[in-house]
């Protein structure tokens, strides 16, 4: 691998300015390489016409070895492969099954659940509070038990396993799979004895084993934490932004366009699961051998001004945003649609309400390599 002919990327220095980073190894060329202290060397795609090619290539196939896979109880072995390591035909197939219940229709179908979801977080909310544990970090769960069926009188429960989730290398996150298994298991058993009004009811009525079905709560609770960094980056950036922040509240239409600019803003997901080379093959004018691990800037990709114009500007009336921050190709987010209204409906009715930044943004943000968040969001309502 020709490294040193390639922008190389500290991966220490990408904590501390994603976008400037990664922006830089863009404008250097559109490959580069990221060091990693313990690790081999990944190839980096740093342009967005090269991401999505990259992303939509057969020959990058995604592995076991693409994910940090915790130490669970044999019983829970079979459900931790989720659609999202499975490749070709067998991803394709249980792809089909489940588009019909995440598409954009069937997410404005729930947009009004949503709303009492939002309103029955926030309306407690006055003076000075800190956003993460008190809206955005529960609202992702929240959503999840509406779509799947969750009982009420368990929903503090898995409201729990969200607060774990959402900090997946932390210690508690592995003894609460065994938890979030057995949840999703008697979630999958009443919605077959009792199909209700819900997202897992229609998945229910699809092809999908119990053991299909069981995988794929798992997998909502894995993957539906992303709003909860996205509200949260959303939030400061309009703070941040005043100017912007006016235009939307004079302007409440645009803000599915907005949402669409934020994601590509200061979207949480910084880099695409690594997939690997299944032969030789030409990525971006360098030879790789098989095997070797590559990753997409998608932050880089998103700020890239041979798509953007002003791309390191914040602009809500932005009429084309085509982010990559669901991905792009074979595994572009399935849950998308849920993500985008959810957040829709929460910077919707926290923008009714007064809200001023309660600390200095430079204390907020936490140093992450894979996602764009922040620690905290204190703010004065």
């Known amino acids: 691998m020709p490294g040193a002919l ?39 795609v ?20 693409s994910f940090m896979r915790p130490d669970v109880p044999d019983g829970c072995l079979p459900y ?42 926030l309306d407690p909310l006055d003076g000075e509070t800190d956003l ?17 069926g969750v009982p009420e009188d368990d929903r503090e429960r898995w409201r729990a396993y969200g607060r774990v989730v959402d900090t997946p290398g932390g210690p508690d996150f592995a003894a609460a799979i065994p938890g979030i298994m057995a949840g999703a298991k008697a ?9 209700g009004d819900d997202l897992l009811s229609d998945l229910v009525a699809s092809e999908l084993t119990d053991q299909e079905l069981v995988t794929l709560v798992w997998h909502l609770v894995l993957a539906g934490q992303t709003p909860t960094n996205l509200i949260a980056n959303s939030v400061l950036a309009l703070l941040s932004h005043p100017e912007q922040l006016a235009v939307l509240r004079e302007r409440p239409g645009l803000m599915p366009r907005a949402v669409e600019e934020l994601i590509r803003f200061c979207g949480p997901t910084m880099l695409s699961i690594p997939r690997h080379a299944r032969e030789p093959m030409d990525l971006c004018g360098v030879e790789i051998a098989p095997g070797t691990p590559v990753t997409c800037a998608l932050v880089g990709g998103n700020r890239d001004p041979r798509v953007f114009d002003d791309p390191e500007e914040l602009d809500v009336t932005r009429e084309r945003a085509p982010h990559l ?12 649609s849920i993500a985008r209204v959810t957040t829709q409906v929460a910077l919707t009715e926290l923008l009714k309400r007064d809200l001023e930044l309660a600390a200095d943004p430079a204390t907020l943000r936490t140093p992450d390599p894979g996602t764009y968040r922040l620690t905290a969001l204190p703010v004065r309502l």
Not at 187 to 195: D, G, K, L, S, T
Request: aromatic share 8%; with cysteine; hydrophobic share 45%.
């Open 80 to 121: 931790m492969r989720t659609m999202s390591e499975m490749n070709g035909a067998e991803h394709a197939r249980l792809r089909r099954a489940v588009t019909p219940a995440f598409t954009p229709r069937r997410a404005e179908a729930f947009r009004a659940r949503i709303t009492e979801i939002v309103g029955r977080l």
């Open 46 to 65: 740093t342009r967005y016409d090269d991401i999505r090619a990259a992303l939509g290539d057969s020959r990058l196939e995604i592995r076991p070895e």
């Open 6 to 44: 390639m922008y190389e990327i500290d991966l220490a220095a990408t904590m501390g300015d994603p976008f400037g980073v990664y922006g830089q190894a863009r404008e250097a060329g559109p490959l580069a390489v990221l060091r990693m202290p313990g690790a081999p060397e990944w190839m980096v």
């Open 187 to 195: 979630a999958v058993a009443r919605r077959r004895a009792e199909p």
């Open 325 to 336: 921050g669901f991905a792009h190709g074979p595994h572009f987010c399935v849950g998308a």
């Open 132 to 148: 993460i544990p008190a809206f955005t970090r529960p609202l992702p769960m929240d959503v999840i038990c509406a779509l799947v």
